[in-house]
C-alpha cells in the first residue's frame, strides 16, 4: 500500500508539472503581424526577436526576392530578347539549337513538297527532266539543301534551276527570314555573352561597415574596391536603409526604403576607383542613424543596401555591383586598416587588409546625444566671450567718463568767470 501511494502521488505531481509548464499562453501564441508585435508582453517579444535576420540583398548582390502568383506571364513573350537573355544558359543554348532546327527542317519540307508536286521524285533519272532543284532526290537532301540556302554554304551539288518559279520565291523568304533569324539569335548570344554581371564580381565591398569619429563627427563607413587593372569610368556610390516603419496613421509599412547621404550634395559619391576608398557617411540630424546609439544598434532591425554603378572601360556598358550590410555587420568604435603604401615609384594596394579594422577610442552616445553635449558646453565659452568683450570695453567707457568729467568741469569754470 505505501508503494502504491508513493507511485499515485508522483503520477499525481507529474500531472501538475506538466500542467504548470503547458500553460495555454505557452502553447497557443498568437501570430501577429510585425506592427502589432511592440503591443505584446515582453516575455512574448523577446522570444519573437530572438530569430534570424532575413536579409534583402545578399552579400554577393543578389536580391533575396521572388515574385510569386504572376497571372500575367504573357507579358514577358511581349518582350521576347530580354526573356531569352535573363534564361539560364542551359535554356539559351537549347532555344538556339532548336530554332536554327526548327528552321532548317521546315523549309527542308517545304523544299521536298516542292519536288514531290512537281514530279521530280518520279524523274530521278530522267536525263531529259529539269527539276526545281538539281540531285534532290528525297527529304533528307531537301534537308541539306535547306540548310546550305540558309546558311550560305553553297557546295555546288544541289542547284536551284529556273524553270521552278514557286522555288524562286521560297529561296527569297528563306534567305530574308534566315537573315532575321541569324540577327536575332546571334545578337541575343552577343549580349548574354557581354553582360557585365561578371566584371561585378571584381568589385569587392569590405565584410563590415564601422562607425567611428572622422573629424569631429559621428560618421558610417564602409570600402570599396576594384580587382582590375581596367578601371571603371564614372562611377558613383549610393547607400538605401530597408527598414519596416510604422506611420503616425498606423500604417505599417514593410521594407520602407530611405537614402543614405554618401556625398551626393558634395560630388563625393562620384569616385576615381584606382585605389579602394572608404565611403563615409556623416551622421547628422538628417541621417536616419541620428537617435541611434551603441547599446541601441544591436536592437535595430535594419539592412544597409550599397550600390555602386559605373561604365566598363573596355565595353562601354553600364555595370552594377550591391552589397548590404545587417546590424551584426556594423562595428562600433572600429576603422579600417590602411591598404595603400608608397613603395619605389608606384603605389601599393595590399587586398590582404582590405576587410580588416582596428578598434579606436569613440563615444557610445548617439550623434544627437553628442550634438546636445556640445551644445551645454559652447554655453560657458559664450559667457567667457562675452565677459571678456565685456572687460575690454570697460577701459574704454572709463576714459569716456573721465573727459566728461573734464569737459563739464571746464565748462563750469567758464560759466563761472
Given at each position: 500500500?505505501?508503494?502504491?501511494?508513493?507511485?499515485?502521488?508522483?503520477?499525481?505531481?507529474?500531472?501538475?508539472?506538466?500542467?504548470?509548464?503547458?500553460?495555454?499562453?505557452?502553447?497557443?501564441?498568437?501570430?501577429?503581424?510585425?506592427?502589432?508585435?511592440?503591443?505584446?508582453?515582453?516575455?512574448?517579444?523577446?522570444?519573437?526577436?530572438?530569430?534570424?535576420?532575413?536579409?534583402?540583398?545578399?552579400?554577393?548582390?543578389?536580391?533575396?526576392?521572388?515574385?510569386?502568383?504572376?497571372?500575367?506571364?504573357?507579358?514577358?513573350?511581349?518582350?521576347?530578347?530580354?526573356?531569352?537573355?535573363?534564361?539560364?544558359?542551359?535554356?539559351n543554348l537549347l532555344i538556339f539549337?532548336?530554332?536554327?532546327?526548327?528552321?532548317?527542317?521546315?523549309?527542308?519540307?517545304?523544299?521536298?513538297?516542292?519536288?514531290?508536286?512537281?514530279?521530280?521524285?518520279?524523274?530521278?533519272?530522267?536525263?531529259?527532266?529539269?527539276?526545281?532543284?538539281?540531285?534532290?532526290?528525297?527529304?533528307?537532301?531537301?534537308?541539306?539543301?535547306?540548310?546550305?540556302?540558309?546558311?550560305?554554304?553553297?557546295?555546288?551539288?544541289?542547284?536551284?534551276?529556273?524553270?521552278?518559279?514557286?522555288?524562286?520565291?521560297?529561296?527569297?523568304?528563306?534567305?530574308?527570314?534566315?537573315?532575321?533569324?541569324?540577327?536575332?539569335?546571334?545578337?541575343?548570344?552577343?549580349?548574354?555573352?557581354?553582360?557585365?554581371?561578371?566584371?561585378?564580381?571584381?568589385?569587392?565591398?569590405?565584410?563590415?561597415?564601422?562607425?567611428?569619429?572622422?573629424?569631429?563627427?559621428?560618421?558610417?563607413?564602409?570600402?570599396?574596391?576594384?580587382?582590375?587593372?581596367?578601371?571603371?569610368?564614372?562611377?558613383?556610390?549610393?547607400?538605401?536603409?530597408?527598414?519596416?516603419?510604422?506611420?503616425?496613421?498606423?500604417?505599417?509599412?514593410?521594407?520602407?526604403?530611405?537614402?543614405?547621404?554618401?556625398?551626393?550634395?558634395?560630388?563625393?559619391?562620384?569616385?576615381f576607383l584606382v585605389s579602394p576608398?572608404?565611403?563615409?557617411?556623416?551622421?547628422?540630424?538628417?541621417?536616419?542613424?541620428?537617435?541611434?546609439?551603441?547599446?541601441?544598434?544591436?536592437?535595430?532591425?535594419?539592412?544597409?543596401?550599397?550600390?555602386?554603378?559605373?561604365?566598363?572601360?573596355?565595353?562601354?556598358?553600364?555595370?552594377?555591383?550591391?552589397?548590404?550590410?545587417?546590424?551584426?555587420?556594423?562595428?562600433?568604435?572600429?576603422?579600417?586598416?590602411?591598404?595603400?603604401?608608397?613603395?619605389?615609384?608606384?603605389?601599393?594596394?595590399?587586398?590582404?587588409?582590405?576587410?580588416?579594422?582596428?578598434?579606436?577610442?569613440?563615444?557610445?552616445?548617439?550623434?544627437?546625444?553628442?550634438?546636445?553635449?556640445?551644445?551645454?558646453?559652447?554655453?560657458?565659452?559664450?559667457?567667457?566671450?562675452?565677459?571678456?568683450?565685456?572687460?575690454?570695453?570697460?577701459?574704454?567707457?572709463?576714459?569716456?567718463?573721465?573727459?566728461?568729467?573734464?569737459?563739464?568741469?571746464?565748462?563750469?569754470?567758464?560759466?563761472?568767470?
Amino acid at each position: 500500500m505505501a508503494r502504491l501511494t508513493e507511485s499515485m502521488t508522483n503520477v499525481l505531481e507529474g500531472d501538475s508539472m506538466d500542467q504548470d509548464v503547458e500553460s495555454p499562453v505557452a502553447i497557443h501564441q498568437p501570430k501577429l503581424p510585425k506592427q502589432a508585435r511592440d503591443d505584446l508582453p515582453r516575455h512574448i517579444s523577446r522570444d519573437r526577436t530572438k530569430r534570424k535576420i532575413q536579409r534583402y540583398v545578399r552579400k554577393d548582390g543578389k536580391c533575396n526576392v521572388h515574385h510569386g502568383n504572376v497571372r500575367e506571364t504573357y507579358r514577358y513573350l511581349t518582350d521576347i530578347f530580354t526573356t531569352l537573355v535573363d534564361l539560364k544558359w542551359r535554356f539559351n543554348l537549347l532555344i538556339f539549337v532548336m530554332v536554327y532546327t526548327v528552321t532548317w527542317l521546315f523549309f527542308g519540307m517545304i523544299w521536298w513538297l516542292i519536288a514531290y508536286i512537281r514530279g521530280d521524285m518520279d524523274h530521278i533519272e530522267d536525263p531529259s527532266w529539269t527539276p526545281c532543284v538539281t540531285n534532290l532526290n528525297g527529304f533528307v537532301s531537301a534537308f541539306l539543301f535547306s540548310i546550305e540556302t540558309e546558311t550560305t554554304i553553297g557546295y555546288g551539288y544541289r542547284v536551284i534551276t529556273d524553270k521552278c518559279p514557286e522555288g524562286i520565291i521560297l529561296l527569297l523568304i528563306q534567305s530574308v527570314l534566315g537573315s532575321i533569324v541569324n540577327a536575332f539569335m546571334v545578337g541575343c548570344m552577343f549580349v548574354k555573352i557581354s553582360q557585365p554581371k561578371k566584371r561585378a564580381e571584381t568589385l569587392v565591398f569590405s565584410t563590415h561597415a564601422v562607425i567611428s569619429m572622422r573629424d569631429g563627427k559621428l560618421c558610417l563607413m564602409f570600402r570599396v574596391g576594384d580587382l582590375r587593372n581596367s578601371h571603371i569610368v564614372e562611377a558613383s556610390i549610393r547607400a538605401k536603409l530597408i527598414k519596416s516603419k510604422q506611420t503616425s496613421e498606423g500604417e505599417f509599412i514593410p521594407l520602407n526604403q530611405t537614402d543614405i547621404n554618401v556625398g551626393y550634395y558634395t560630388g563625393d559619391d562620384r569616385l576615381f576607383l584606382v585605389s579602394p576608398l572608404i565611403i563615409s557617411h556623416e551622421i547628422n540630424q538628417q541621417s536616419p542613424f541620428w537617435e541611434i546609439s551603441k547599446a541601441q544598434l544591436p536592437k535595430e532591425e535594419l539592412e544597409i543596401v550599397v550600390i555602386l554603378e559605373g561604365m566598363v572601360e573596355a565595353t562601354g556598358m553600364t555595370c552594377q555591383a550591391r552589397s548590404s550590410y545587417v546590424t551584426s555587420e556594423i562595428l562600433w568604435g572600429y576603422r579600417f586598416t590602411p591598404v595603400l603604401t608608397l613603395e619605389d615609384g608606384f603605389y601599393e594596394v595590399d587586398y590582404n587588409s582590405f576587410h580588416e579594422t582596428y578598434e579606436t577610442s569613440t563615444p557610445s552616445l548617439s550623434a544627437k546625444e553628442l550634438a546636445e553635449l556640445a551644445s551645454r558646453a559652447e554655453l560657458p565659452l559664450s559667457w567667457s566671450v562675452s565677459s571678456k568683450l565685456n572687460q575690454r570695453a570697460d577701459p574704454e567707457t572709463e576714459e569716456e567718463e573721465k573727459n566728461l568729467e573734464e569737459q563739464t568741469e571746464r565748462n563750469g569754470n567758464l560759466y563761472s568767470v
